[in-house]
C-alpha cells in the first residue's frame, strides 16, 4: 500500500508540476505577445496622426485622436459597469433562492419536529454530521 501511495504522490507532483510550468509558460508568451499588440496600437496612433496631420492641422488631429480614444474608454467602462450590475443582480437573486429553499426547509423541519421529535432531532443531528464532513479543510480552526 505504501508504494502505491508514493507512486499516486508522485504523480500529482508531476502533474501539479507540469501544470505550473504550463502556465508560466503561457503567462510570458501572452506578456510577450501584449507587448508587440501595444506596439503595434502605438505605431497605429502615430499612423492615424500622421494621416489625419495632413487632413487637419497637427494640433486638430492630436485632439480627433484624443477624444477618440476617451469616447472608446468612456464606452468599455460602460459596458463594464453593466457586466457588473448583471452580476450583482444575478448574484443577488441566486441568494434570494438560497433564502427561499433555507425558508422551505425551516418550514417542513418544524412541521415534522412537532409531529414527529424524534425523527427529527436524528435527521438534526445526521444533517450537522454531513456539513461537518463537507467542509472544506481550509474552514476548519487549528487550535
Known amino acids: 500500500m505504501g ?18 510550468s504550463r502556465y508560466k509558460r503561457n503567462g510570458a508568451m501572452w506578456l510577450v505577445a501584449s507587448l508587440f499588440f501595444l506596439t503595434a496600437y502605438i ?5 492615424g496622426a500622421i494621416y489625419l496631420g495632413t487632413v487637419y492641422t497637427p494640433l486638430q488631429a492630436t485632439i480627433i485622436l484624443a477624444v477618440a480614444s476617451l469616447v472608446i474608454g468612456l464606452v468599455v467602462i460602460g459596458i463594464m459597469y453593466g457586466l457588473n450590475a448583471r452580476d450583482r443582480r444575478i448574484a ?9 429553499q433555507t425558508t422551505f426547509a425551516i418550514a417542513t423541519a418544524l412541521t415534522l419536529f412537532r409531529r414527529q421529535p424524534l425523527l427529527a432531532a436524528g435527521l438534526a443531528v445526521g444533517a450537522g454530521t454531513l456539513l461537518g464532513l463537507m ?9
Request: charged share 25%; glycine share 4%; net charge positive.
Open 92 to 100: 443577488a437573486d441566486r441568494r434570494r433562492r438560497s433564502q427561499a
Open 3 to 20: 508504494s502505491l501511495a508514493a507512486m499516486l504522490s508522485a504523480l500529482v507532483v508531476t502533474d501539479v508540476g507540469v501544470t505550473v
Open 135 to 143: 467542509r472544506k479543510s481550509g474552514d476548519r480552526d487549528h487550535s
Open 43 to 47: 505605431f497605429a496612433l502615430v499612423a
